[in-house]
């Protein structure tokens, strides 16, 4: 008999991140450590190798985790351009000593070939995996790590975006969001898997005076920098330069609010945008008016800083 599920995993989970902090935990490794309560189940990678989730993708290794599935109009896509920046920042160890998975939660859609197609939409690099494989497989994983959760009903995506970082060896393990900011989640991933004490931090005595963050730089940056920028040129989407008066104000605040609906009404201009960068679905965020209203004028007092700058910047102005 295996252990209970989301029961066992939870507070294991739970022990394990305060563990983490303070120090080894073996019990928290004989909780959570073993082909005893990891499944081994056969998964397929978006290239077509079959892989055993303990035996091939956990076993001595250190893990970072996320489910996914490419249909995903909300929280996947954000997490997936986030994800491939964290893997920038650590640059090649993955896939040498951390090594990243996302498991798709459609199997029956989610192919191979179409993993494939999503991992090249965001510029993954080797090192991650996308897996697929029956359905009943990933049910049983997702509940073990406890990436299953039971508001998962509730949540538009139909899972909590939620990312597991784990040393399998020693059984630690702890969660986080797979959508915070990608510079925190690669800090945070090398601080759990080598220990706080790695590398030596700077002091906050010595890093001046905090910038007054406004909740529209707020939301620009921890919800649209995966994707955008603000004349630095294009990422996954396009760079949002002066975004403000090249679209009407009121199509600009809808498709912000719900790039979805707008897509699947079929809007000229949402469908040529996610035609050509390319066919990256840009993700509903949910996104109140009030913080829509917010954004805006972000985007608006960024472009004229830009603008600004360029001016500055240009011989005729030397």
Not at 144 to 164: E, I, K, R, V, Y
């Amino acid at each position: 008999m295996r252990a209970p599920l989301r029961s066992r995993i939870g507070f294991a989970v739970l022990l394990a991140t305060a563990a983490a902090m303070l120090g080894p935990a073996p019990a928290i490794a004989a909780a959570l450590g073993g082909p005893g309560y990891f499944p081994n189940v056969p998964l397929t990678t978006q290239d077509g190798k079959v892989v055993h989730f303990y035996d091939d993708l956990l076993k001595g290794k250190s893990v970072v985790i996320n489910l996914i599935y490419t249909r995903c109009t909300f929280s996947c896509p954000l997490e997936t351009a986030k994800l491939s920046q964290v893997q920038r920042l650590l640059g090649d160890r993955v896939g040498k000593d951390i090594f990243f998975y996302s498991i798709s939660i459609d199997p029956k859609h989610d192919t191979p070939k179409a993993l494939k197609a999503y991992a090249t939409k965001f510029h993954v690099q080797p090192g991650w995996l996308f897996l697929t494989g029956k359905k009943e497989d990933i049910n049983l994983i997702s509940k073990q790590l406890g990436l299953s959760s039971l508001t998962d009903a509730a949540n538009p995506d139909g899972h909590q975006p939620a990312l597991l970082i784990g040393k399998e060896a020693t059984g630690e393990w702890m969660m986080n969001s797979a959508v915070d900011n990608p510079q925190f989640l690669a800090t945070t991933i090398l601080h759990f898997l080598e220990g706080y004490n790695a590398k030596p931090v700077k002091s906050y005595a010595d890093m001046g005076p905090l910038h007054n963050v406004g909740k529209g730089e707020y939301l620009f940056q921890s919800r649209c920098t995966a994707c955008h920028t603000i004349g630095k040129g294009e990422g996954l989407g396009p760079d949002l330069l002066n975004v403000t008066t090249l679209r009407d104000r009121a199509w600009l605040a809808r498709y912000v609010a719900v790039p979805d609906r707008v897509l699947a009404a079929g809007d000229p201009i949402a469908k040529k945008l996610f035609a050509r960068y390319p066919n990256v679905r840009m993700p509903n965020l949910g996104l109140s008016a009030e913080e829509v209203d917010a954004l805006l004028p972000y985007m608006e007092q960024q472009s004229r800083a830009a603008a600004g700058s360029a001016t500055k910047g240009s011989p005729s102005a030397q």
